[in-house]
Nanobody
């Protein structure tokens, strides 16, 4: 019954910025923890960032200092601001939500369909 829809992906030059958005619908209690994963061709799906309803955040090492995750609890929405994008950031980005941050960290939850981010000159 819970659904997530991502938007905001696209093509950007190295050094540019994009903002991804994930909008949730359904039971509000399902959105305690939310986050972003990404998967590039030939690579494993990896955690990008996560945030709890109280605002606790954590980031993958490869994006620290460049990406910022935030959420609007009233709208069950999470955003990911991505700055200084690099070609290695190219991937499909997936939104995830779960009742605990442990589940999000273990990639267990409800997933969105993904949005493509391509960083290329």
């Amino acid at each position: 019954q819970v659904q997530l829809v991502e938007s905001g992906g696209g093509l950007v030059q190295p050094g540019g910025s994009l903002t991804l958005s994930c909008s949730g619908s359904g039971n509000v209690h399902s959105f305690f923890a939310m986050g972003w994963y990404r998967q590039a061709p030939g690579k494993q799906r990896e955690l990008v960032a996560a945030i709890t309803i109280s605002g606790y955040t954590n980031y993958g090492d490869s994006v620290k200092g460049r990406f910022t995750i935030s959420r609007d609890n009233g709208k069950n929405t999470v955003q990911q601001q991505m700055n200084n994008l690099k070609p290695e950031d190219t991937a499909v980005y997936y939104c995830i939500t779960a009742s605990t941050r442990t589940e999000v960290g273990n990639a267990v939850g409800t997933w969105g369909q993904g949005t493509q981010v391509t960083v290329s000159s």
